[in-house]
């Protein structure tokens, strides 16, 4: 019974120090996820990266609006789910630049964690 407890502790803190410490603390950068996509990994850090972008840009007062539509529809025990994502940028002689300084995949929640840093 100790063995199993202490595994099981031991499981948990090695959980918790895989994750970068950036995500936490992205310092001056900004830090975005996605879960699980239905097009796959590619769309899935896409996405995360996308919504980084947006974070950067509405904290340096660029006016960012996103609306996102998600429609799902089963038939037959099939389900069927559409996206569709508009995003608008109100830019008055501002550019923002990022370099992205990490990816993390969390293999157990199918989490892609992005950092965004901004670049001058």
Known sequence: MLCIALSQIGCSGSEIKS???WIN???????AFSTTHVKGRYFQEELAISRARERLAARLGV??????TIQERVTNARVYTTSEKI???????????????G????????????WLYPID
């Open 19 to 21: 994750a970068p410490n």
């Open 25 to 31: 603390h992205p310092g001056e950068g900004v830090v």
């Open 63 to 68: 006016s960012v609006s996103s609306i996102q």
């Open 87 to 101: 995003v608008g940028l109100h830019v008055e002689k501002q550019t923002v630049r990022a370099q992205l300084r």
């Open 103 to 114: 990816i993390w995949r969390d293999e157990k929640r199918d989490q892609v964690w992005v």
